[in-house]
């Protein structure tokens, strides 16, 4: 190649929730960073993208979780202070389950119990109600005898590229640089700093954060080539039947674990001004995917399958029929949880969580913690539970 390649403190690989946030808070601290992505966000080819995604403070998913959702709630009021975006509604979250149920082989073992332990460790405020009183006070969902709703107020949805954009826009006015629509063939660390050959040039860079999700394990290989798994994931949104309009205007986002299996399991949120739709879907690990072959057609009987296993009998005053459908990818690790290490043969190249799908509420946080690794060799929050070590130990 011609000339010098251009030099960078750090670079960042993969500009979806993970990526943006680190680039911004990188260039809140002064560092010279480039963000470089294949396409240009925000956008709807990887996990970033359709509308809302759920936040929540006390975390089912483990406590470790907890504190990255509170401080990302405070970074979403910073960001939203600086832009005048609006990113978070605080509209309540409602979980429908039961403490007895126990799902098997996915992180939400125990999802009701260690959301009610979480929210009672921290403090959180919230409401235990029975099935009874979820039916009387939110008709739209019919709780089944037996199950349980954890009602907290301080829950709600974030708009993801709303998110991303504005972190994009506070970290170019920062200083930092970006680099779109550009493939990295590889990154690979040479004495004192990393080397990153894209498609149309190459990068050098004192550290680099990969946060490529569903692209990360083909770019990184070994060992994270056999951890990280895409997985295709597709969103619903259904109809509001005229007298339910109100009921789903002002409902909260909701989450329903109804079974033992990694997949019963769904989750949804209010009807949106304007929309006359619900959004709502569930989750599946069974089939791995290649982001760049992903099947986007959503097949006839998608949102027929889904009314089936999810809303029959559990959600009232939406039309059978699917009003549109669009897909998104997970990465997901062996037991679910996110990886946030050094690559063990690249102590300069820091991955960044591929989160299994319940990663976007923290995003703001694990930017932070990125670029206080990057900068100060260690984060605030300890990443520790998120470490590679798990898997080379199992």
Known sequence: MAGSPSSYD????????????ALHQLAKRGVKAIGIDRFAPPHDQGSTHGETRITRQAIGEGEVYVPLALRSHEIWREVEAQ??????TQNGCLIIGSEERRAEGNVRIDFMGRTLRAARQYDIPHEVLDAAEVRR?????????GEVGYLEPGGGYLNPER???AQLTLARNLGASL?????????????????????????????????AGPWAPALLGAPFDRLLTPTRQVMHWFPVEPEAAQLWAESPVFIWSHGTGPNDFFYGFPSLPGSGTVKTAGEQYNEATDPDRIE????????????KKHLDGRLAGLLPEGARAVTCLYTVTPDSNFLIDRHPD???????????????KHSAAIGEAAAQIMVDGR???DMAPFSLSRFQEG
């Open 10 to 21: 750090v670079a960042v690989i993969g500009l979806g929730a993970m990526g943006s946030a």
């Open 163 to 165: 998110c991303v954009a």
């Open 296 to 307: 986007r057609r959503i097949a006839p009987d998608e949102a027929g399958l889904m009314r």
């Open 83 to 88: 832009t005048g975006e609006h990113l978070l």
């Open 137 to 145: 006070r939110f008709p739209q969902f019919q709780a089944h005898d």
């Open 346 to 360: 690249q102590d300069r190249v820091l991955v960044v969580s591929p989160c299994s799908g319940h990663g976007f």
């Open 379 to 381: 984060s605030a929050i």
């Open 179 to 211: 680099l779109l629509d550009t493939i990295v063939r590889s990154v690979s660390q040479k004495g004192d700093g990393v080397r990153i050959v894209t498609d149309h040039d190459e990068i050098v860079a004192g550290q680099a954060i990969v946060s």
